[in-house]
Nanobody, 122 residues
Framework: VQLQASGGGLVQAGGSLRLSCVGF????????MGWFRQAPGKEREAVAA????????YYADSVKGRFAISRDNAKNMLYLQMNSLQPEDTAVYYC????????????????WGQGTLVTVSS
């Protein structure tokens, strides 16, 4: 059972990227899933999260109005559309899942992807 994130890259400030995360080994349709990021020298933080049904979402204040999380349970996929990117968004982005249903408590997430690097130049 694993998660695999992709879609990171180098983008100029104001640009957009779409991150994708695919699950292997079992269905994740009942899991809460989220995107976390970790910048150099900083702790890993929750960026956005979504319940299994998609009925409830969470966004960090720093990304509200710019990022959108979504999922396609039929494809076992999780997405993060990132618009109006800023240099402070530069980080390694991780997708994660948990069967408990929590959104923001990092310690409750059981499965983690390998991370994808997003670099935003000014």
């Amino acid at each position: 059972v694993q998660l695999q994130a992709s879609g990171g890259g180098l983008v100029q400030a104001g640009g957009s990227l779409r991150l994708s995360c695919v699950g292997f080994g079992r269905t994740f349709r009942y899991d809460a899933m989220g995107w976390f990021r970790q910048a150099p020298g900083k702790e890993r933080e929750a960026v956005a999260a979504i319940t299994g049904s998609g009925g409830r979402t969470y966004y960090a204040d720093s990304v509200k109005g710019r990022f959108a999380i979504s999922r396609d349970n039929a494809k076992n996929m999780l997405y993060l559309q990132m618009n109006s990117l800023q240099p402070e968004d530069t980080a390694v982005y991780y997708c994660a899942a948990n069967r408990i249903g929590v959104l923001t408590d990092r310690s409750q997430y059981e499965y983690w992807g390998q991370g994808t690097l997003v670099t935003v130049s000014s």
